[in-house]
C-alpha cells in the first residue's frame, strides 16, 4: 500500500500545485490578494508583494510541471518538501506578525491564517517527501493497480477538496448542478415564494461575487453575524479605512436576496455599506480607501 502512495503522490502533488499556482500566478485577484498579506510588510510595497506571489505561483507551477513529466525522479519530489517547508515557516511568521492577514496560499481571499493553512501546508511537505520516494511513474502505477489506485485518489481529491478553496467551488458546484438538474431542488417554493437558503450559501454567493472583490481590501474579518430583514440577508464584518481624518475602524455590510445561491444566480446584485464604528455613519464613498494590513487599527469609542 505504501509503494501504491507514493507513486501516486507525485499526481496528487502536481494537482494541488497547478491548482494553487496557476491561481497566483495568473489571477486577477493576485494584486488584492497580495495587499492583505504579509509579503506587503516584510517587502514594503503592494507592488513587489504581488511580484512576489506570482513568482511563487510560477515555482509551484514548474514544480507541478515536473511532477507530472518525471514523477519517478528524487528532485521534484524534494523540491516540493521544501517548498513546503517554506509555507509553512512563512505561515508562522504571518501568524506571529499579523495573524489578521491573509496567507495568499490558494489564490482566493481568505480570513485569518488557521489550522488549515497550517495543514495545506504540512499536506505539501507530506506529498513531497512520499513523492521523492516514488521508484514508478504514476501512470504505469495506475494501469498496474486500477482499483488501489482510484481508491487512493479519491480519497486524496476529497482531502484537498476540503483543503483548497478553488478546488473545493471547482468540485462542489458543478456537481450541486448536476443534481438539481437531475432530481430538482431539494427546497421546492411554497405558495410561489422562494424558500430561504442557508447562511452558508449566501456567503459562497458572495465571496463569488464583483462586490465582495471589490469591497475585500477594506474587510478584516470572517463572517460575525447575520440576519434577515425584508427579503434580504444582511452579512456582517468587521472592517478599516482610511481618510484624511486617519484610520477608523468600522462595520462592513452587505445585502443580498435571501432566496438566490450561486446556482441560481452566480453574479447577485449586492448592496454594501461601510459604517464608521465610532459615529455610527455610513461612509460616503462605496469603497473607501483600505488600510494596509501592518497599521494598527484604533479602537472605537
Request: net charge positive; with cysteine.
Amino acid at each position: 500500500m505504501i509503494p501504491l502512495v507514493s507513486n501516486l503522490a507525485p499526481l496528487v502533488c502536481a494537482v494541488l500545485l497547478t491548482a494553487t499556482g496557476a491561481g497566483k500566478a495568473f489571477g486577477r485577484q493576485t494584486a488584492q490578494l497580495a495587499a492583505n498579506t504579509v509579503l506587503v510588510r516584510v517587502l514594503n510595497d503592494g507592488r513587489r508583494a504581488t511580484l512576489a506571489l506570482r513568482a511563487v505561483g510560477a515555482v509551484e507551477l514548474a514544480l507541478a510541471a515536473a511532477l507530472f513529466a518525471v514523477p519517478d525522479t528524487v528532485a521534484p519530489g524534494a523540491a516540493t518538501a521544501a517548498l513546503g517547508a517554506g509555507f509553512t515557516g512563512y505561515l508562522a511568521y504571518a501568524r506571529a506578525t499579523a495573524p489578521e492577514s491573509s496567507c495568499g496560499c490558494s489564490a482566493r481571499a481568505e480570513g485569518p491564517i488557521g489550522v488549515r493553512a497550517f495543514t495545506r501546508a504540512g499536506l505539501v511537505v507530506a506529498g513531497g517527501v512520499l513523492a521523492a520516494t516514488a521508484d514508478a511513474p504514476w501512470w504505469s502505477q495506475a494501469a498496474d493497480r486500477p482499483a488501489g489506485a482510484a481508491g487512493v485518489l479519491a480519497l486524496a481529491a476529497a482531502v484537498l477538496a476540503v483543503l483548497v478553496a478553488d478546488l473545493d467551488r471547482a468540485v462542489r458546484v458543478p456537481l450541486r448542478r448536476a443534481r438539481l438538474r437531475l432530481f430538482g431542488h431539494p427546497l421546492p417554493p411554497a405558495g410561489g415564494a422562494g424558500e430561504r437558503v442557508p447562511v452558508a450559501a449566501s456567503v459562497e454567493l458572495l465571496e463569488n461575487s464583483l462586490a465582495w472583490q471589490a469591497a475585500m481590501p477594506v474587510v478584516r474579518s470572517g463572517l460575525l453575524d447575520h440576519w434577515d430583514d425584508g427579503g434580504w440577508r444582511v452579512l456582517h464584518y468587521t472592517g478599516a479605512y482610511r481618510d484624511a481624518r486617519g484610520t477608523h475602524p468600522a462595520s462592513v455590510l452587505f445585502a443580498l436576496d435571501l432566496t438566490l445561491t450561486v446556482d441560481s444566480a452566480p453574479q447577485p446584485a449586492v448592496r454594501v455599506s461601510v459604517i464608521d464604528d465610532a459615529t455610527g455613519e455610513v461612509v460616503p464613498s462605496a469603497v473607501p480607501t483600505p488600510v494596509p494590513r501592518r497599521a494598527p487599527l484604533p479602537m472605537a469609542t
